[in-house]
T-cell receptor, first 113, second 117 residues
C-alpha cells in the first residue's frame, strides 16, 4: 500500500501567525488530494480539496506539486480555533473503477493566545 | 440531514473476547468505509464497500476481523478474538461513491472506541 507522510508536530504557534504543513505521497499515479481536519476526540472532516493550480479558501491555501509528489497547506492569521490535527489524504483509483482514500498520520497544530 | 450513526460509542472487553460494531450511513450513500484509528495515528482503511460489494479489504486482518453490508445499507464490523493491539477508534464513513470521480468528501461517524484489556 502506498504511503502518505506528514510531520506529526506539534506545531506551536501564537495567534496571528502563519504556519505551513507539508505532506509527501509515494504513488505517482494518485488522483486527488485533500486536507481533513480532526479535532481532539472527534471525527475527521473535510477541510479542502487540493488542486493542481492551487486553491484558497479564506485563510487557508493548499498547493500541489505533482512532480515532487508534495502537498502543502498554509494557514494565515492563525486563530485559537485552528488548533487541531490536519490530515493529508490521497485518493487512488482502484482496478474496480472506484477510488480509495489513504490518510496520513496527521500534523498537530496548537495555537496559543 | 442525519449523519453517519455508529454504535456502541465505547466498548471495553478482555483479550480473546469478541465485539461487533454497527454503522448506518447517510441515506443514499453507496460507499461505506470502516477505518481503524490508533491513538496518535491517522485513520487506516480496513474495508470499503460499494453498495453491498467489497471494493477494497486488503488491509483487513481477515483471521480475526470480518465485515458485512447486507442489503447495501447498514454495516457491521466484527472482531473475534480481540487482541490488545486492536484497541483503537473504529470509524465508519460514507460517501456518494461515484465511479471514477472522487470529491474526497467522506462523512464520518463519531466512532466506536474499543479498549482491549
Amino acid at each position: 500500500r502506498k504511503e502518505v507522510e506528514q510531520d506529526p508536530g506539534p506545531f506551536n504557534v501564537p495567534e496571528g501567525a502563519t504556519v505551513a504543513f507539508n505532506c509527501t505521497y509515494s504513488n505517482s499515479a494518485s488522483q486527488s488530494f485533500f486536507w481533513y481536519r480532526q479535532d481532539c476526540r472527534k471525527e475527521p472532516k473535510l477541510l479542502m480539496s487540493v488542486y493542481s493550480s492551487g486553491n484558497e479558501d479564506g485563510r487557508f491555501t493548499a498547493q500541489l506539486n505533482r512532480a515532487s509528489q508534495y502537498i502543502s497547506l498554509l494557514i494565515r492569521d492563525s486563530k485559537l480555533s485552528d488548533s487541531a490535527t490536519y490530515l493529508c489524504v490521497v485518493a487512488e483509483l482502484m482496478n474496480s473503477g472506484y477510488s480509495t482514500l489513504t490518510f496520513g498520520k496527521g500534523t498537530m497544530l496548537l495555537v496559543s493566545p | 440531514e442525519a449523519g453517519v450513526a455508529q454504535s456502541p460509542r465505547y466498548k471495553i472487553i478482555e483479550k480473546r473476547q469478541s465485539v461487533a460494531f454497527w454503522c448506518n450511513p447517510i441515506s443514499g450513500h453507496a460507499t461505506l468505509y470502516w477505518y481503524q484509528q490508533i491513538l496518535g495515528q491517522g485513520p487506516k482503511l480496513l474495508i470499503q464497500f460499494q453498495n453491498n460489494g467489497v471494493v477494497d479489504d486488503s488491509q483487513l486482518p481477515k483471521d480475526r476481523f470480518s465485515a458485512e453490508r447486507l442489503k447495501g445499507v447498514d454495516s457491521t464490523l466484527k472482531i473475534q478474538p480481540a487482541k490488545l493491539e486492536d484497541s483503537a477508534v473504529y470509524l465508519c464513513a460514507s460517501s456518494l461513491g461515484e465511479r471514477r470521480t472522487n470529491t474526497g468528501e467522506l462523512f464520518f461517524g463519531e466512532g466506536s472506541r474499543l479498549t482491549v484489556l
